[in-house]
């Protein structure tokens, strides 16, 4: 996610570690309590995400979600919905909770027969006919509505555009519209069927896979080929076309925009088989099956690397203030999220700095080699404002929570600029041949999985062939900024004030 500069504003930009072990053992312990003691109250679970302790849920696995969406057109709705989900069970179950709310269950089933389901919270709480054993594998399905129009207080999930609808589900807005195990630490494979009325186009994450015509409506369905985190998902449904083009090594690459929009937008669309040219020569080819972006008609207040298919505002191509460079950099910063974040997801939202530093990195560096804009200007400007920036959200890999009711303000300025400096201070501490090799090895070892900020910190010590322990332990935990390696002139605004 990256937040959108809005006219008169400072640009603000926009793994399981043994801590997230412990809590998880937690979790799975109260779980295991409350089944032993039913019929205690339904009881909302989490895995114990330092930053949203009751998202996710334990005792279970989830292999793949299909999900089916009937829109009417009309925006202001509910869709019908039905959603199944296969799992595997890692713990005994007599309640398998799931993520969802801001919906209306109509009736749910495990393995095909009818379970009882109780709401509480922001899970749905469900009881199958029999306790579920540890390695067995089961389906639920629910049958339920999601409704397009924002529940009070809530951030993300439907969008809607002038024209239809789309998906923003960061952090963890996608139990808003389907039921799910919402963490990215649970990843799993998606298939989308999405009916729609006569002359509106639905697309999905993923490549097609049918298209069926029944009346006036048509049924698009979509399958990813690679797993995903729940906030990865999109679904977009508009009067849009679709326009295809091959990128590198025969890449599929598909833009959904808005048909009235084709013509003035091509000057950007036909940039990204460039882009991903260029990304793969830093990190190696890309890591799914298609790509594409999503031009939005609706003011979200950020772009979003919504997996094969990232999400933009689509004003961000048509205000006349922001210069070419500078649009071209923010498209590179959602793509390069599609290996950083996307493919190598996190196991827990503290290591969010993974994503989003990783994404500026090369965001910045594309804006230096092809615009030049000066990558080590940008850095020392971030370098005098990260003690502040650390003391508003906290150091990159130790963030703040969010403000209560806020729960995008995780998206701080430090876990942007403020860790991209993070990975400049490393390759001027380990030189750039092993940088480079880095981040190649950590794209390719943890493809299509989970990982953590102390899996970066093992494999970086590997790379420069010396512990980095001591580096990392003050570059991502401290109060305050270290010195910079190679540049002892570098100072913070508040050394400046002493």
């Known amino acids: 996610m990256l937040l959108t500069p809005r006219p008169k504003a400072t640009r603000t930009k926009a793994l399981r570690t043994p801590r997230i072990a412990v809590a998880l053992i937690a979790a799975t312990a109260s779980a295991a309590l409350v089944a032993a003691s039913a019929p205690s109250p339904a009881t909302p679970l989490g895995i114990g995400d330092p930053l949203f302790p009751h998202l996710g849920n334990p005792g279970y696995d989830v292999a793949s979600y299909d999900i089916g969406f009937t829109y009417r057109g009309d925006n202001s709705k509910p869709l019908d919905a039905v959603t199944k989900i ?18 209306k269950v109509r009736s749910v089933e ?7 389901f109780d709401s509480t919270g922001e899970d749905l709480v469900v009881t199958p006919a029999a306790p579920v054993a540890p390695g067995e594998r089961m389906r639920i399905t629910v049958r339920h509505t999601s409704d397009p129009v924002a529940a ?16 923003a589900n960061q952090a963890d807005a996608a139990h808003l519209v389907f039921p799910c195990n919402d963490h990215p630490a649970d990843k799993a494979d998606f298939t989308f069927h999405i009916t729609a009325p006569k ?16 009346g006036g409506d048509t049924t698009w369905s979509y399958r990813t080929h690679h797993p995903m985190a729940t906030e990865l998902a999109q679904v977009s449904i508009g009067r849009s076309s679709v326009i295809r083009r091959e990128g590198p090594n ?3 690459v598909r833009d959904v925009v808005p048909t009235k929009d084709r013509k003035t937008l091509e000057r950007w669309l036909k940039k990204t088989p460039g882009q991903i040219g260029w990304m793969e020569k830093k990190v190696g080819r890309y890591p799914f099956e298609t790509y594409g972006v999503l031009i939005a008609q609706a003011q979200t207040g950020f772009e979003l690397e919504t997996q094969t298919l990232s999400l933009f505002e689509r004003e961000l191509f048509t205000r006349p203030e922001f210069p070419e ?21 996190p196991r827990s939202w503290s290591d969010l700095w993974l994503n989003e530093g990783h994404a500026t990195w090369y965001e910045a560096l594309y804006a230096q080699e092809k615009a030049k804009r000066p990558l080590a200007t940008r850095m020392r400007d971030a370098y005098r404002q990260s003690d502040v920036w650390r003391a508003a959200g906290g150091p990159p890999a130790k963030p703040k929570e969010p403000a209560p009711g806020q729960k995008i303000s995780i998206f701080r300025p430090v876990v942007y600029d403020g860790s991209a400096l993070v990975l400049y201070a490393l ?7 092993a940088f480079d090799r880095l981040e190649r090895e950590w794209v390719s070892e943890h493809r299509d999985a989970n990982a953590t900020t102390d899996d970066f910190v093992r494999l970086a010590s590997q790379a420069a062939g010396r512990d980095l322990s001591g580096f990392f332990e003050a ?3 401290g109060a305050k900024t270290p010195p910079m390696p190679g540049h002892p002139d570098w100072r913070t605004s508040s050394e400046d004030g002493k």
Do not use: C
């Not at 296969?86 to 309640?95: M, S």
């Open 475 to 477: 570059w991502l935990y």
């Open 427 to 433: 390759r001027q501490e380990i030189g750039q041949p």
């Open 86 to 103: 296969d799992a595997r069970a890692t713990e005994p179950l007599e309640r398998v909770n799931l993520d969802f709310a801001h919906g």
């Open 250 to 252: 025969g890449l599929p």
């Open 199 to 214: 002359g509106l186009t639905a697309v999905a994450n993923g490549l097609p896979v049918a298209r069926t015509r029944h």
């Open 325 to 345: 460079w500078y649009v071209d950099s923010i498209m590179v910063h959602e793509l390069a999220h599609q290996w950083f974040g996307d493919s190598v997801s």
């Open 110 to 116: 495990v393995n095909g027969a009818p379970a009882r």
């Open 152 to 167: 009070k207080g809530a951030e993300g999930g439907w969008v809607r555009t002038t024209d239809g609808l789309a998906m």
